[in-house]
């Protein structure tokens, strides 16, 4: 079983919708959650921290439930720009990185 | 502030020849650390530098890849002989705090 396990997708969703993407985890320890961001042939960049609590900026809600190791990423009223391929990211002694979600937002 | 520089973009190289690849870090970021990426894959941890010193590199294939922080700013990756599977994106990153990283925009290497 891989430590940091997403649906790879991909998801097709029309402009406007809400999509959500769950990421599942297996050290029960672990200790920091992210997910981050990587459009096609570039770089991944940090798209929002995770905290025990949840939280929200802007049309993107991180959740994180540890009883059930996973995490999870909504985003409200999809832009064509948000697609991109969301990357897991799980903590412990180092980072931990899934494979991937792509998302492909169409008009 | 400049991001973290790699160099070079681009490599394409015959198996069993030597390769490296340079990465200069953000100003100030004591953290670098070198990833793997495959097609289709999230990035993988090569090896984890605190400043000079090596302190993760569990997951470096030492039989031929092989790396270096001299000063704790500059990191050189270095692999020899290369094989075809080797072939992949090599990602830098460095992190002022040891969470938040910021990745430069890699070395894409094909090994024919």
């Known amino acids: 079983r891989k430590e940091v396990e997403q649906d790879p997708g991909p998801f097709n969703v029309p402009e406007g919708a809400t999509v959500a993407f769950n990421c599942t985890y297996s050290?029960?320890?672990?200790?920091?959650f992210f997910w981050y961001r990587q459009d096609c042939r570039k770089e991944p960049k940090l798209l929002m921290s995770?905290?025990?609590s949840g939280n929200e900026d802007g049309r993107f809600t991180a959740q994180l439930n540890r009883a059930s190791q996973y995490i999870s990423l909504l985003i409200r009223d999809s832009k064509l720009s948000d697609s991109a391929t969301y990357l897991c990211?799980?903590?412990?002694?180092?980072?931990?990185f899934g494979a991937g979600t792509r998302l492909t937002v169409k008009p | 502030e400049a991001g973290v520089v790699q160099s070079p973009r681009y490599k394409i190289i015959e198996k069993k020849q030597p390769v490296a690849f340079w990465c200069n870090p953000i100003?100030?970021?004591?953290?670098l650390y070198w990833y793997l990426q495959n097609l289709g894959q999230g990035p993988e941890l090569l090896i984890r530098?605190?400043?000079?010193?090596?302190?993760?590199d569990s997951q470096l294939p030492k039989d031929r890849f092989s790396a270096e922080r001299l000063k704790g700013v500059d990191s050189t990756l270095k692999i020899q002989p290369a094989e075809l599977g080797d072939s992949a994106v090599y990602l830098c990153?460095?992190?002022?705090?040891?969470?938040?990283?910021?990745f430069g925009p890699g070395t894409r290497l094909t090994v024919t």
């Open positions: 995770v905290y025990s």
């Open positions: 050290n029960s320890a672990s200790q920091s």
């Open positions: 990153a460095s992190s002022l705090d040891g969470y938040e990283q910021y």
């Open positions: 100003s100030g970021h004591n953290t």
């Open positions: 530098y605190e400043n000079e010193e090596a302190v993760d």
């Open positions: 990211v799980v903590t412990h002694t180092d980072m931990r």
